[in-house]
């Protein structure tokens, strides 16, 4: 099973991957951890993207590609994987479709899960997590104490930059104008499966499953 997760921030991609990855046995792939394990093993896209990093200049297509391509030539693809986070843009789905072309590939589906933007500004704008251990809680589904201090090792919760309103909207703009485009481009493709995002985790999951057994 090959598939790539598109969605704003905040939607529940990752709980989601997670769950398909575990019952199709497909490892969860992401451009921040590729980026990341190629520096450490300093590959050629490796050194590339680091030199990139420490300039403070965007990561151009053509090293994220070969970053996608190196990844998916390891072991544990052989029987798919799950694309989250890339592509990011149209010229990243067109770069992509010639690398799934090169190692004679094809994508099984697209899965695009939507929520009303003031649900996930609320649900991104609840968070708290512990500087300490790491925990999560939120205002609403995860309730955290009355002094704001974690339940675990009594640390005083923190929000994270990214979960700040100001944040949270800039955040969205990006996936808006970048991200969106990709949605009518798999869907003219036959390869976009949507899915409504506001629901409890396991009903997002059947409804994932049913639109991929069908």
Not at 13 to 24: E, S
């Amino acid at each position: 099973m090959r598939l790539i997760f598109l969605g704003p921030p905040g939607v529940g991609k990752g709980t989601q991957a997670q769950l398909l990855c575990k019952k199709y046995g497909i490892p969860q792939i992401s451009t921040g951890a590729m980026y990341r394990q190629a520096i450490k093993n300093q590959t050629t896209p490796g050194k590339q993207a680091e030199a990139l990093m420490k300039q403070g200049k965007l990561m151009p297509d053509f090293i994220t590609l070969g970053l996608v391509k190196e990844r998916l030539q390891k072991s544990d693809c052989k029987n798919g994987y799950l694309l989250d986070g890339f592509p990011r843009t149209i010229p990243q789905a067109e770069g992509f479709d010639k690398l799934l072309q090169e190692m004679h590939q094809k994508l099984d589906a697209v899965i695009s899960i939507s929520v009303d933007e003031a649900v996930l500004i609320k649900r991104l704008s609840g968070r708290r997590s512990c500087p300490k251990c790491g925990a999560v809680y939120h205002a609403d589904i995860h309730p955290f104490s009355k002094k704001g201090l974690c339940d675990k090792c009594h640390e005083k919760l923190v929000q994270r930059e990214d979960d700040k309103h100001e944040t949270i909207k800039k955040r969205m703009d990006v996936y808006l104008t970048q991200t969106v485009p990709l949605l009518d481009y798999y869907k003219k493709k036959k390869l976009l499966y949507e899915v409504d995002g506001d629901q409890e985790i396991e009903k997002v999951f059947n409804s994932i499953l049913n639109l991929l057994e069908k």
